[in-house]
């Protein structure tokens, strides 16, 4: 019989095949609207490509339980409400122009650098076609001749690989390309072939469990609400966001848009010894980082639910880190905001999580929405 812990790697399996470039996060929103829809009171995209869950305090009215549309306008409407967040965007490139070859010079869309995704076979995904193309540097054997790839050897040049270095090999003429949809502005990603789950002992490596790690760990958490027959004590949306890897764009509108005074933020949190963090530990929870404060009630509610549940959880105060949570409280708009992250090993590299840190997480999600904050009795 298959465990939770297997479900949730089947699924996050499933969404990390799903190609979703910042702007361009179709494939995985659709994933996520197929596992959430059956398990909400409602759901809905927004003007943002957000994909929205919400799971009411009460049951909504009607005879069968879910006639009831929860919309709502583009200003926040008064009242208590928790808004969690993962990311459905990923570090991709991005085509700034096509070479009379049919070589594509790319740059970086998200913060990250060549050597973070390896040299090897990419997706373009022209308007019209998805081609497969090879991400290269072109040949070692070479001298200072060729300087582009002679300066980044570590006993010539030694110069940190970066975008003007490489290029992507398409093996088309550029009417080729042109027919496939392929200009600048078009998304290339790592190709599918390299976003395997690798299991590591008891622990699974992959590209891109930023965010998919949390997104799958968010609808593992709507999925156990739901089979539990609880309600949370306040309204609850669950907010898959876009473009988050660019500035919390999808975030930041959801924060602006939907009631509700909390964003929560689930991601993938680095363990390093910097942050006093290990990837053997518990969830991560963020006390702040390079964007805001998070609130510290908040925070010590996350710490207090993953230490009852015997998860041994991290306190941090990260530095290089941003999330959809701190973007939105910086922008003014939620006036509270925390950060939960599973624990992550390289990440925007190849990254590796515990095997069993999504159900983990999912688990403090659900019951930090069943118990009652502060502002429910009345304190702080």
Same mark, same amino acid.
């Given at each position: 019989?298959?465990?939770?812990? =297997? #479900?949730?790697?089947?699924?996050?399996?499933?969404?990390?095949?799903?190609?979703?470039?910042?702007?361009?996060?179709?494939?995985?929103?659709?994933?996520?609207?197929?596992? +959430?829809?059956?398990?909400?009171?409602?759901?809905?995209?927004?003007?943002?490509?957000?994909?929205?869950?919400?799971?009411?305090? #009460?049951?909504?009215?009607?005879? =069968?339980?879910?006639?009831?549309?929860?919309?709502?306008?583009?200003?926040?409407?008064?009242?208590?409400?928790?808004?969690?967040?993962?990311?459905?965007?990923?570090?991709?490139?991005?085509?700034?122009?096509?070479?009379?070859?049919?070589?594509?010079?790319?740059?970086?869309?998200?913060?990250?650098?060549?050597? #973070?995704?390896?040299?090897?076979?990419?997706?373009?995904?022209?308007?019209?076609?998805?081609?497969?193309?090879?991400?290269? +540097?072109?040949?070692?054997?070479?001298?200072?001749?060729?300087?582009?790839?002679?300066?980044?050897?570590?006993?010539?040049?030694?110069?940190? +690989?970066?975008?003007?270095?490489?290029?992507?090999?398409?093996?088309?003429?550029?009417?080729?390309?042109?027919?496939?949809?392929?200009?600048?502005?078009?998304?290339?990603?790592?190709?599918?072939?390299?976003?395997?789950?690798?299991?590591?002992?008891?622990? +699974?490596?992959?590209?891109?469990?930023?965010?998919?790690?949390?997104?799958?760990?968010?609808?593992?958490?709507?999925?156990?609400?739901?089979?539990?027959?609880?309600?949370?004590? =306040?309204?609850?949306?669950?907010?898959?966001?876009? #473009?988050?890897?660019?500035?919390?764009?999808?975030?930041?509108?959801?924060?602006?848009?939907?009631?509700?005074?909390?964003?929560?933020?689930?991601?993938?949190?680095?363990?390093?010894?910097?942050?006093?963090?290990?990837?053997?530990?518990?969830?991560?929870?963020?006390?702040?980082?390079?964007?805001?404060?998070? =609130?510290?009630?908040?925070?010590?509610?996350?710490?207090?639910?993953?230490?009852?549940?015997?998860?041994?959880?991290?306190?941090?105060?990260?530095?290089?880190?941003?999330?959809?949570?701190?973007?939105?409280?910086?922008?003014?708009?939620?006036?509270?905001?925390?950060?939960?992250?599973?624990?992550?090993?390289?990440?925007?590299?190849?990254?590796?999580?515990?095997?069993?840190?999504?159900?983990?997480?999912?688990?403090?999600?659900?019951?930090?929405?069943?118990?009652?904050?502060?502002?429910?009795?009345?304190?702080?």
């Amino acid at each position: 019989m298959a465990t939770r812990e =297997d #479900n949730a790697t089947h699924l996050l399996q499933e969404l990390l095949w799903a190609y979703g470039p910042c702007g361009q996060e179709d494939q995985v929103r659709a994933v996520c609207a197929r596992e +959430l829809r059956s398990v909400v009171d409602d759901m809905w995209t927004d003007d943002a490509g957000n994909l929205i869950g919400y799971v009411g305090a #009460n049951p909504p009215a009607g005879d =069968d339980g879910r006639s009831h549309r929860h919309r709502v306008s583009s200003a926040a409407e008064p009242g208590v409400a928790t808004r969690v967040m993962a990311h459905m965007d990923e570090l991709s490139m991005l085509v700034k122009r096509v070479e009379p070859d049919g070589a594509l010079h790319v740059t970086q869309l998200g913060t990250m650098y060549p050597g #973070n995704f390896g040299l090897g076979p990419v997706a373009v995904l022209g308007e019209h076609e998805t081609l497969t193309a090879v991400l290269t +540097l072109g040949s070692e054997h070479t001298t200072l001749e060729s300087h582009r790839i002679w300066e980044t050897k570590p006993d010539k040049g030694d110069r940190a +690989l970066d975008w003007h270095h490489v290029y992507v090999f398409t093996g088309l003429s550029t009417d080729e390309l042109e027919v496939a949809g392929v200009r600048p502005g078009t998304r290339v990603c790592v190709e599918r072939g390299k976003r395997t789950v690798v299991e590591i002992g008891g622990y +699974l490596g992959s590209y891109f469990l930023d965010d998919r790690a949390a997104a799958t760990a968010l609808l593992r958490a709507a999925r156990m609400l739901r089979e539990r027959g609880e309600r949370p004590v =306040d309204d609850v949306y669950f907010v898959f966001t876009t #473009n988050e890897e660019i500035g919390g764009v999808g975030g930041t509108y959801a924060s602006g848009s939907l009631p509700g005074t909390l964003t929560l933020a689930l991601e993938v949190g680095p363990t390093e010894r910097e942050y006093s963090t290990s990837v053997a530990g518990g969830p991560i929870v963020g006390y702040s980082d390079a964007l805001c404060v998070y =609130d510290k009630d908040v925070a010590d509610r996350l710490m207090g639910i993953a230490t009852k549940l015997g998860l041994s959880p991290q306190a941090a105060v990260l530095g290089a880190f941003e999330s959809d949570a701190s973007h939105s409280k910086a922008a003014g708009l939620t006036p509270r905001a925390g950060l939960l992250c599973v624990p992550t090993l390289s990440t925007h590299g190849y990254e590796v999580i515990p095997r069993s840190a999504i159900d983990d997480m999912a688990s403090v999600v659900v019951e930090f929405v069943l118990q009652p904050g502060a502002h429910a009795r009345g304190e702080g």
